[in-house]
């Protein structure tokens, strides 16, 4: 359990403990359903997100075909998307960013596939979803330069002081874009 992500060692042992002690009620139940899911659970062929069939139920809806192709790092950005309930296109999860300290070039992620998908189906515009770090940046700098002649417009999320934010709390870079990506009042 200390493996998982956000747990440490202490709440590990909690979590475990307060599992032993609800065996029947939350030990059992939440075993099945695990196996359940390690069986059934798979990559959607198309666009990376999870599912249990080889084309998740975004990339087989009718209603998404709009033209918009939201590109994001990994499934839980995808979910973090469609939580917010706004975007009614289809996404490409990469899978990781560029990393040339970590040796993840664009064949390491699903980069190939992308150019694939923008020639193959009718994309009118990719959205470039990914996070404000070296990372994510190098990577949006490289798929639109990919896609640079296709005819796709490729554009980005805005960037800047969130909602609620105070200029105060805000770190250097962020004050950077946002001013930098102003609009008229």
């Known amino acids: 359990m200390a493996r998982l992500p956000g747990l440490g060692p202490r709440s590990a042992r909690r979590a475990v403990l307060h599992l032993i002690k609800k065996r029947g009620a939350l030990m059992r139940p939440l075993a099945e359903a695990m196996a359940g899911v390690a069986t059934s659970a798979r990559e959607c062929l198309n666009c990376g997100n999870i599912g249990t069939s080889d084309l998740c139920g975004i990339c087989t809806s009718a209603k998404r075909q709009n033209g918009q192709l939201c590109v994001v790092e990994d499934v839980a950005d995808l979910w973090a998307m469609e939580r917010g309930q706004v975007f009614s296109g ?41 996070n404000a770090t070296v990372d994510g940046q190098t990577t949006a700098h490289y798929i639109a330069e990919e896609l640079e002649g296709t005819g796709v417009e490729v554009t980005s999320l805005a960037q800047g002081v969130p909602i609620g934010g105070e200029l105060d709390y805000l770190d250097d870079g962020t004050i950077s874009a946002a001013l930098k990506a102003r609009k008229t009042f």
């Open 90 to 130: 289809r996404y490409h999860v990469l899978g990781g960013t560029l990393s040339a300290l970590d040796a993840v070039g664009p064949e390491e992620l699903r980069i190939p596939k992308l150019r694939e998908r923008v020639a193959r189906e009718d994309i009118t515009e990719v959205i470039l979803a990914l």
